[in-house]
């Protein structure tokens, strides 16, 4: 019932930029806050940000503050990261979910598939 469809990964060099998309249905998409996680090869589920249902409230790792902004079009179901200033340690499959809170990657009812990020010279 709930899909979650990322799009716009792909090859950057880096301090390149990348914006992320995430096509949301099957639920009421403006009573849920959503967010970004992501996953290095090899390495731990790590939080990237969150963003509550009407957009007014963003929340960003220590990492990707100021170098990342995340947004939602509730016309469209729509959420999205915007990467500047990429970094090769970025690299990573970046998915979009749905619920979240408490800045951890564990907090989300449903996740998609997934779109690869990968930065490199």
């Known amino acids: 019932e709930v899909q979650l469809v990322e799009s716009g990964g792909g090859l950057v060099q880096p301090g390149g930029s990348l914006r992320l998309s995430c096509a949301a249905s099957?639920?009421?998409?403006?009573?849920?806050?959503m967010g970004w996680v992501r996953q290095a090869p090899g390495k731990w589920l790590e939080w990237v940000s969150d963003?509550?249902?009407?957009?007014?409230?963003?929340y960003y790792a220590e990492q990707m503050k100021g170098r990342f902004t995340i947004s939602r079009d509730n016309a469209k179901n729509t959420v999205y990261l915007q990467m500047n200033s990429l970094k090769p340690e970025d690299t990573a499959v970046y998915y979009c979910a749905k619920g979240g809170g408490g800045r951890t990657p564990y907090n989300y009812d449903y996740w998609g598939q997934g779109t690869q990020v990968t930065v490199s010279s």
């Open positions: 963003i509550s249902w009407n957009g007014d409230s963003t």
């Open positions: 099957g639920f009421t998409f403006d009573d849920y806050g």
